[in-house]
């Protein structure tokens, strides 16, 4: 309320309390504020800055418990299954839904590992799958969770239902050099890449670790690229 120059002190305190009745408010939430005499200036900015705030963070609020609900119902109660026709996962909790990938046509895997999850020991996997959702030809590739999240052993367990006999932990991979260190420090000692007969295994990220696993037989193009850091260092990324 800008009525601090307006109103004789002696009745500023019965003013305010008429004011607050008036709008239904304790007489603690009535401010006078005086700009000309800088009377409680800063109060209003710490009211106005209390007020932005809680207007920005509420919906932000709203859309993360949205968000995380919605994948806590919808990946409650997840069961993997091989069938005849393929790898059958079931899952949601208000409503249950089925899906069949036909593991012969995985034509990547991810393995994803959030830096929150490292301390739970907890990773989600996520597969390509050949022809779904594209066109008529069947030849688009899109993005499928395959395991929401699990355990070491779990996601191991996965990997072997995908593609039997697929061991990452045995694979030794290859690290940039140390000279390429400072171009992404905290990425760095999680980078690298290994192949096998079989696939050709690449980590990349640092808040979210990934593993991406391709086979040979899936390869269908390879990319380098050197910019002005890389060529100082004789380094390049792919």
Known sequence: ATKHD???????????????????????????????????????????????????LLPLLVAMAGFLGSRVVGQFNYTLARTASGLRITRG???????????????????????????????????????????EDGEATTATLF?????????????GAIWPGLVLDGLVFTRPPARARWLDPLAH??????????????????????TLVVTHARLQSVRAQQGPLERRLSDAAG
Do not use: F, Y
Not at 16 to 40: H, I, M, P, T, Y
Not at 117 to 130: D, E, N, P, Q, Y
Not at 147 to 159: C, F, K, M, N
């Open 93 to 135: 909790l208000t409503t249950l839904k089925s899906q069949t990938v036909p593991a012969h046509r995985v034509q990547a895997i991810q393995v994803s590992q959030p830096v929150t999850w490292r301390w739970l020991g907890r990773s989600r996997i996520a597969v390509s799958v050949l022809g779904w959702g594209g066109d």
């Open 147 to 159: 395991l929401p999240i699990g355990s070491d052993e779990q996601v191991r367990t996965a990997l």
């Open 6 to 56: 307006k109103v004789k002190s002696a009745k500023r305190a019965k003013r305010k309390r008429e004011l607050a009745e008036a709008c239904d408010l304790e007489q603690g939430d009535v401010v006078w504020v005086s700009a000309a005499k800088n009377v409680n200036i800063d109060r209003l900015r710490e009211l106005v800055g209390m007020g932005l705030l809680g207007g920005a």
């Open 189 to 210: 000692p999680w980078l690298g890449h290994a192949h096998d007969d079989r696939v050709v295994v690449a980590r990349q990220g640092w808040l979210t670790r990934r």
